[in-house]
């Protein structure tokens, strides 16, 4: 049985304009998710609509979560900072920008995805550098925001949480950490959007060589939170021909942001093998953090989505999680 706190993303709630802030967070709290990650476009729209500065935004929605005693995990996602070919200074000014108001809403997080950007640096030097000035920015003043980078399976230079836990040994900061998501372990060793079976050939070995690894070398310190979804089979596989196809958007990206349901939705294709792998980084690990859901489902995006179907589709993942550690099914690894 898992004791971890529960957390979910506000995206992972509705993504229509319709679905505003300040309601996912009242149907997170009243599915029992006791934090919430504040993504920042939700907060931007929430800014509109209401008239006011993001600062003034984020005062307003971290009252609301006082209210409700629900706490903010982290402001998502500060995408492509390290090693990108822009001005270090701009993206310096930027990073401040997104620090201050993940000050305002004291969130415990900003959370950074490995660059994915096509002309990013590969020079790990350059990246390391880089994440050091934005993890000493975000620990300048109080209170400390941690910084919590997570490898995107599509990611330039890291793509890998061994990737991600070498660059977070060489930061070699307190504040700088790693954010593991199920969705990226998966699509980067086992499952594939380009084979019938929905996995690589390999995929089983691989995978099960990673997770050994992870509890063979990654400090439990340096797991800062642990993100959950799935992702549902391409039948027939993904191709240029499929409908969300777009030149120069890595599949892996394509499927990321259309096809992540919540974790054992298997009515909507959902197949992978989260269970395992929250045995492996939860369970043996002896990790007791946060536990977040993140997904992006696309029928979310429509207006006669309801949040409040999202908020009991993810209670019920949470539920069948427990049971499936209960009383686990035969391994798909």
């Not at 019938?196 to 995929?203: D, F, I, L, M």
Request: hydrophobic share 35%; with cysteine.
């Amino acid at each position: 049985m898992l004791s971890n706190k529960q957390a979910i993303g506000t995206l992972s709630l509705g993504q229509h304009p319709s679905h505003t802030l300040d309601q996912k967070i009242r149907v997170a709290s009243q599915h029992g998710f006791t934090a919430v990650e504040v993504v920042y476009s939700d907060l931007q729209k929430y800014s509109d609509a209401l008239g006011v500065s993001m600062i003034e935004a984020a005062g307003q929605i971290k009252s609301l979560c006082a209210d409700l005693n629900v706490e903010i995990l982290s402001l998502a996602a500060f995408e492509n900072f390290e090693g990108n070919r822009t001005s270090l200074e701009e993206r310096m000014a930027t990073a401040k920008h997104w620090i201050d108001i993940a000050r305002k809403l004291n969130a415990t997080y900003l959370q950074v995805p490995s660059n994915y950007s096509h002309d990013a640096s590969t020079d790990k030097n350059l990246i390391v550098s880089d994440l050091q000035r934005l993890a000493d920015l975000a620990s300048a003043e109080e209170p400390v925001v941690s910084v919590a980078y997570e490898p995107l399976s599509w990611g330039t230079y890291c793509s890998t949480w061994d990737t991600a836990l070498e660059i977070v040994e060489a930061v070699d900061r307190k504040n700088f950490g790693l954010c593991m998501d199920t969705f990226h372990e998966v699509t980067k060793l086992w499952a594939s959007p380009f084979e019938t079976s929905g996995k690589y050939p390999t995929a089983d070995r691989d995978l099960t060589a990673s997770l050994e690894r992870f509890l063979e070398r990654c400090p439990l310190e340096k797991i800062f939170y642990v993100q959950l979804s799935d992702g549902e089979l391409f039948d027939p596989p993904f191709s240029k021909a499929h409908p969300w196809y777009l030149e120069g958007e890595a599949p892996q990206f394509t499927w990321s942001r259309h096809a992540r349901p919540f974790p054992f939705e298997t009515e909507l294709g959902g197949y992978m093998p989260v269970s395992e792998i929250v045995k492996a980084w939860v369970v043996d690990k002896g990790y007791t953090g946060w536990i977040s859901m993140e997904v992006f489902d696309r029928r979310m995006r429509s207006e006669d989505f309801n949040p409040e179907d999202a908020g009991k589709r993810a209670r019920k993942s949470w539920e069948t999680l427990q049971d499936r550690l209960r009383s686990p099914t035969p391994s798909k690894i």
